[in-house]
């Protein structure tokens, strides 16, 4: 199983997120997601979130949250430990990713955009401040079968 970091900045009432438009065979291709990628060697989940969200931005990150780690299982992809982060200032001069489109979206126009099932549910736990959590997601092809919370099945 890899190890991940995602983070979410929100800023007046907006989500800086990633269009995953640039990389072939890329598994969220065409979604909108929050900023983050691969641990490296000796890196913590704070090492990690600040450099991915350096590289991909060029934003230094000076507040932000650990909210919970998202395990991802599915029948096409690597297994896959999701720490995620939410973020509330920064500072620096926004550039483009190499990975997909940056964009500044309103929180209101979010829940339209193309992203993953699963993703609905932390992102809801992420803004009602919920305390640290465990979520496991399932997913068969691109469907969410099964989803746990803090060892619970969801409805």
Wanted: aromatic residues 12%; proline residues 4%.
């Amino acid at each position: 199983m890899k190890n991940t970091t995602l983070c979410y900045l929100e800023q007046d009432g907006s989500w800086l997120l990633l269009h995953r438009n640039k990389k072939k065979n890329d598994p969220n291709h065409d979604k909108w997601i929050g900023i983050g990628g691969k641990f490296e060697e000796n890196e913590s989940p704070d090492d990690c979130v600040r450099r991915e969200f350096r590289e991909e931005t060029g934003l230094e990150l000076t507040e932000y949250r650990y909210c919970g780690i998202v395990t991802f299982v599915s029948d096409c992809w690597e297994g896959e430990y999701m720490h995620l982060f939410h973020a509330s200032a920064c500072r620096g001069t926004l550039r483009d990713c190499d990975e997909g489109e940056l964009a500044w979206i309103p929180e209101t126009q979010f829940a339209a955009l193309p992203q993953w099932e699963g993703d609905r549910i932390f992102l809801r736990l992420m803004r009602e401040h919920a305390p640290f959590f465990s979520l496991k997601l399932r997913y068969e092809g691109d469907r969410l079968a099964e989803a746990v919370l803090n060892g619970r099945p969801m409805d």
